[in-house]
């Protein structure tokens, strides 16, 4: 990591009442105070040469002057004094007004002024680099900013605050003393002699529980997702059976176009809603049938997509024309993995039905069947309870469990637990020590990435490249 004293407009693009510019590095004041004049000195008629020192934590009310001594733009001003900063180095920032035009001379005066512009993530990296958080903690920053609910927002905290670096390094400390218990056996063993045959199975019994909590960990991941992401909610079903009405009562709003033309929607229409705590990833799709036009086509191709990538799909059908060969066709379609939730609705029912709901559960063999109708509004709110409950339940939201998993994360918490699961697998076969032994490093190498430890520098790079300018 460079020395360079880095800036960036820390605030998002477009009009606002206020726009922040952050400075950090160890010549952040003195830039700052170069081109910020205090307004009292303008009152009291202070030479603007003088020195102006500022205390720290304070915000300073003044103006932005250029090098040919005009206003710029009125700010407040604050200078935070290292270490006690979010990157742990000497920090200015300047509330300025929201206008691109307004930040952008500003940033550009600094720029001029010796700073370099930031890269994506930067101030969060140096945080890490400079040791006031570990890696896990920095992606939860990125974890906070895209939280689309409460729930979201707290998993993202928790992360922040270091709840889920203690349990990474609690297992991976109890890992290293498996290790180093193996080790020791090794370089004092007798001969052939190994470990007898109750400390073979106190190790075994040991990672059997460590394995058991990285399964545990595992089971965040897709819970983290859901917070993080929305939950992918696909609705599908024939043209004209009232997808896109649907579509516009979750969002509270004529989003997708309605008519009693079959098929309206022709594109993938997606959008958040927050449903009771459950964040809500809704796509409208194109009504499938056998036989279409080439632009139906298209549309019911990325439909396909979103349908194999779905967490919940709500399959409609028209209680008012009963179960179709069509409907039939387009169950056989879905791809029902264990993971995924299927909810049948039996939209229309305000008119003439031809079957019941009890009928369709027979036919679908499917659980969960709800009679409603969107014309009146018949059944919706026991649709809502029953997404809500179905995705509450268990410990998705528990105060135990909240936390979140980045994909990264996940990936090497489950390599982890692929190598305690090989060691293991070494001990039932009766294999050396040795052996066992270079799985278990294996598994501790994966933790020591999950946190940050001894990470290559591109991938580091990698990681905070996804991180907005500014943060």
């Known amino acids: 990591m460079d020395n360079d004293t880095i800036v960036a407009i820390s605030t998002p693009p477009g009009e606002g009442g206020i726009g922040i510019i952050r400075l950090s590095g160890k010549e952040s004041l003195s830039i700052g105070t170069r081109i910020f004049v205090p307004s009292v000195y303008l009152k009291k008629n202070i030479d603007k040469k003088e020195k102006f020192s500022p ?27 290292a270490p ?9 920032e300047i509330n300025a007004h929201g206008g691109i035009v307004c930040l952008n001379t500003i940033l550009n005066l600094i720029l001029r002024k010796g700073a370099r512009l930031a890269e994506p993530g930067e101030f969060t990296k140096r945080a890490f680099y400079n040791g006031r958080i570990d890696l896990v903690q920095a992606e939860s920053v990125l974890s906070l900013i895209r939280a689309k609910t409460e729930k979201g927002l707290k998993a993202a905290m928790g992360g922040l605050q270091g709840y889920l670096s203690e349990e990474v390094r609690k297992l991976r400390d109890d890992l290293a003393d498996i290790l180093s218990e193996i080790e020791v056996n090794v370089d004092f063993a007798y001969e052939d002699q190994d470990l007898e045959e109750g400390s073979y199975y106190d190790i075994k019994k040991r990672l059997i529980n460590l394995n058991n909590s990285m399964l545990k960990l595992l089971q965040k991941r897709r819970q983290g997702k859901i917070l993080q992401d929305g939950l992918k909610t696909v609705i599908l079903g024939k043209p004209n059976v009232g997808k896109s009405s649907l579509y516009n009562y979750f969002l509270k709003e004529e989003r997708a176009i309605v008519t009693e033309i079959p098929g309206t929607t022709r594109d993938l229409l997606i959008d958040y809603v927050n449903l009771k705590g459950v964040p809500l990833k809704i796509f409208d799709t194109a009504g499938f049938r056998k036989e279409g036009d080439r632009v139906e086509k298209i549309g019911m191709k990325f439909s396909k997509k979103a349908i194999e990538e779905a967490d919940l799909l709500l399959f409609m059908l028209d209680a008012s024309a009963g179960i179709t060969e ?42 969960k069947v709800i009679e409603i109708s969107l014309l009146n509004g018949d059944g919706l709110e026991e649709l809502e309870r029953a997404i809500n409950e179905m995705f509450s339940a268990g410990d998705l939201y528990s105060e135990e469990s909240v936390l979140v998993l980045e994909v ?64």
Not at 331 to 355: G, H, M, P, R
Request: aromatic share 10%.
């Open 55 to 81: 205390l720290g934590r304070r915000l300073y009310h003044g103006f932005i002057i250029d090098e040919e001594g005009r206003k710029v733009d009125e700010v407040l001003f604050c200078y935070m004094k």
């Open 84 to 92: 006690y900063t979010y990157t742990r180095e000497d920090i200015v």
């Open 326 to 367: 069509e409907d039939r066709w387009i169950y056989s379609k879905i791809n029902n993995k264990k993971e995924q939730k299927i909810i049948i609705l039996l939209n229309k029912i305000d008119l003439a039905k031809k079957i019941c709901g009890n009928e369709l559960k027979y036919i679908f063999n499917c659980d």
């Open 408 to 471: 990264r994360q996940g990936e090497l918490i489950k390599k982890c637990a692929d190598h305690i699961q090989e060691a293991l697998n070494a001990i039932s076969s009766g294999f050396p020590l040795d052996i066992i032994s270079i799985d278990l490093r294996s598994a501790i190498d994966s933790l020591d990435e999950v946190i940050g430890e001894n990470l290559a520098e591109d991938i580091l790079d990698l990681i905070f490249s996804r991180f907005c300018i500014g943060k």
